[in-house]
C-alpha cells in the first residue's frame, strides 16, 4: 500500500515560471517529510525538508509547504531553469519508525523548457 | 569529497546466478540501506544495518541477504536472480539512527538474462 503518492508522474513548465510539485500522504504518524531530486544514472540528492511543526520551508528559489490537515505538501520553484528537469521524489518518515525510515513516492518527471 | 560509491554500476547476470553488489561509504555514517527500484516505482527499502545491526524488512524476499564487514561496506547478495529482480538498487547513508536525511549513491543496474 503506497503511503506517499506523487500522481502526477510528469510536469512540463517554461523555463522562468514556477514549477508546482505535489505529493499527498495517508499516515498521520509521518512527522517529516523531505524531497529528493534524481538526474538520470545518479542516485537520489536531498533537496529541502519540513518538519510537521512548520508550514513553510524555504530555501532559495525552492519552497515546500506542507497542509496537515489535507496531508499534501508541495515543492514550488521558482524561477524554474533547464537545469531543474529531473526526477523529484517526496518522501516521508514518522517518528516512531524503524532508523529513520523513508518512504518515497513514485516521483514526477520534471521538464523546464527555454 | 565524502560520497557513497557503487560497484559495479551496471550489472548483468544469468536466470538462478548469485549476483553481489557492493557499496561503500566515506561519509562515517552508522546506517546503510539497500533498495530496490524497478521502472516508475518508488525506491523500496530491502534491509538497513545501523552499525552492525541488521534489519530486514517484513516483505523483503530470502532471497535478498546482506552484508556489512565493516563501517565503510555492505554488500548486497542475491543468491538466486530472478527476472523479476531486474531493477536499479541504491544503496544510501545516514549519519545516525535518529537522521531522517539519506545519502545516496548512484545505484546499480542490473539485468538477468
Known amino acids: 500500500d503506497q503511503q506517499v503518492k506523487q500522481n502526477s508522474p510528469s510536469l512540463s513548465v517554461q523555463e522562468g515560471r514556477i514549477s508546482i510539485l505535489n505529493c499527498d500522504y495517508t499516515?498521520?504518524?509521518?512527522?517529516?517529510f523531505l524531497w529528493y531530486k534524481k538526474y538520470p544514472a545518479e542516485g537520489p540528492t536531498f533537496l529541502i525538508s519540513?518538519?510537521?511543526?512548520?508550514d513553510k520551508n524555504e530555501d532559495g528559489r525552492f519552497t515546500v509547504f506542507l497542509n496537515k490537515s489535507a496531508k499534501h505538501l508541495s515543492l514550488h520553484i521558482v524561477p524554474s531553469q533547464p537545469g531543474d528537469s529531473a526526477v523529484y521524489f517526496c518522501?516521508?518518515?514518522?517518528?516512531?519508525?524503524?532508523?529513520?525510515?523513508?518512504?518515497f513516492g513514485r516521483g514526477t518527471q520534471l521538464t523546464v523548457w527555454p | 569529497d565524502a560520497m557513497v560509491i557503487q560497484n559495479p554500476r551496471y550489472q548483468v547476470t544469468q536466470f538462478g546466478k548469485p549476483v553481489t553488489l557492493s557499496c561503500s561509504q566515506t561519509?562515517?555514517?552508522?546506517?546503510m540501506y539497500w533498495y530496490q527500484q524497478k521502472s516508475s516505482q518508488a525506491p523500496k527499502l530491502l534491509f538497513h544495518?545501523?552499525?552492525?545491526?541488521?534489519?530486514n524488512e517484513a516483505d523483503t524476499p530470502d532471497n535478498f541477504q546482506s552484508r556489512r564487514p565493516n563501517t565503510s561496506f555492505c554488500f548486497l547478495d542475491i543468491r538466486s536472480p530472478g527476472l523479476g529482480d531486474a531493477a536499479m538498487y541504491l544503496c544510501?547513508?545516514?549519519?545516525?539512527?535518529?537522521?531522517?536525511?539519506?545519502?545516496f549513491g548512484p545505484g546499480t543496474r542490473l539485468t538477468v538474462t
Open positions: 499516515n498521520s504518524m509521518f512527522d517529516y
Open positions: 544510501a547513508t545516514s549519519r545516525d539512527q535518529d537522521s531522517y536525511e539519506q545519502y
Open positions: 519540513i518538519s510537521s511543526i512548520k
Open positions: 561519509l562515517n555514517h552508522n546506517v
Open positions: 518522501a516521508a518518515s514518522a517518528l516512531d519508525s524503524t532508523l529513520g525510515r523513508l518512504y
Open positions: 544495518y545501523y552499525d552492525k545491526d541488521f534489519n
